[in-house]
């Protein structure tokens, strides 16, 4: 009777560890110690604007006329040319993104030797606001931004292309402006939206870009540099004169889709 009693209760345990083995191995079983806590993900990291690299600047233009032709003739080189109204009143034009002086100079040579260019000026990177402002004092770039787009108004603009497409125009605006501060900000109203990082209408800071879907479509068509106080500067339509206007009024109210910043933690805002 001993006997049997004792290999009772070996078969029942044995049976007790096949079914805790086999629950565990199919999910019936739960253990009651608590599964440890997934690693904590780490924040992403907000994407940032590469510095341009050498720039050629070429011509001192009374006429707007005059630096808008020498601009598109350029710009259908692939040089992503642009022009601005320099302190001296004067409008220069400027183009391209080259690694090294030495390139820059090259391609210089060549566009003279080919009497596109007469005098040129080799734009160095560490000529820019970006390298010199950047980590000067919180905000000082978006400062130079907004002085940028501030410059532009009452400029004619004249950028041509495919604006009603692609928002050529008020994209290449906003180019320039990032460009001239040393960012290489990409050409188109798109590109641009895909490029920075979200941010919200109420956390806008001046400098950042402000996007807008004009055509009825839903897609991005317009982009203006937002100043503050609600308002930023913008190329309303081909031939027409750089302006400010409300994010506020009826029309770009109804049309908004969002706000992006590209100056990553550098440079915070100073509101």
């Known amino acids: 009777m001993m006997g049997g009693r004792k290999n009772r209760c070996r078969i029942m345990a044995m049976m007790l560890v096949i079914l805790v083995l086999g629950g565990a191995g199919c999910g019936t079983f739960r ?25 050629i600047q070429a011509g001192a233009f009374a006429k707007l006329d005059n630096a808008v032709r020498l601009m598109q003739k350029l710009d259908a080189l692939g040089l992503d040319a642009y022009y601005f109204r320099h302190a ?49 004092q919180p905000g000082t770039l978006r400062k130079m931004l907004v002085d940028t787009a501030e410059g532009f108004i009452g400029v004619r603009y004249e950028w041509g292309g495919d604006s009603a497409e692609t928002g050529f125009d008020c994209s290449g605006l906003a180019m320039a402006v990032y460009k001239l501060n040393g960012l290489n900000l990409p050409r188109h109203s798109r590109a641009q939206f895909e490029a920075g990082n979200p941010v ?26 937002y100043t503050g106080n609600g308002r930023f500067i913008h190329a309303p339509k081909k ?19 969002g706000g992006r910043s590209y100056l990553g ?7």
Do not use: C
């Open 31 to 55: 253990r009651e110690a608590p599964f440890p806590p997934p690693p904590t993900a780490k924040a992403p990291v907000g994407k940032e604007l590469a510095v341009l690299g050498y720039a």
């Open 88 to 136: 001296s009143d004067l409008y220069k034009v400027r183009f391209g993104n080259f690694p090294t002086r030495k390139e820059a100079e090259a391609r210089a040579v060549k566009l003279k030797g080919d009497g596109l260019i007469e005098e040129f000026y080799i734009v160095a990177p560490e000529e820019s606001p970006v390298v010199r402002f950047r980590r000067y």
């Open 200 to 225: 919200e209408q109420e956390e806008l800071a001046p400098g950042d870009l402000v996007f807008f879907a004009t055509n009825g479509n839903g897609a991005v068509s317009h982009v203006g540099i």
């Open 239 to 257: 031939g027409d004169s750089i302006r400010k206007s409300l994010l506020t009024s009826s029309y770009f109210a109804s049309a908004y889709l």
């Open 265 to 271: 933690r550098d440079d915070p805002p100073d509101r």
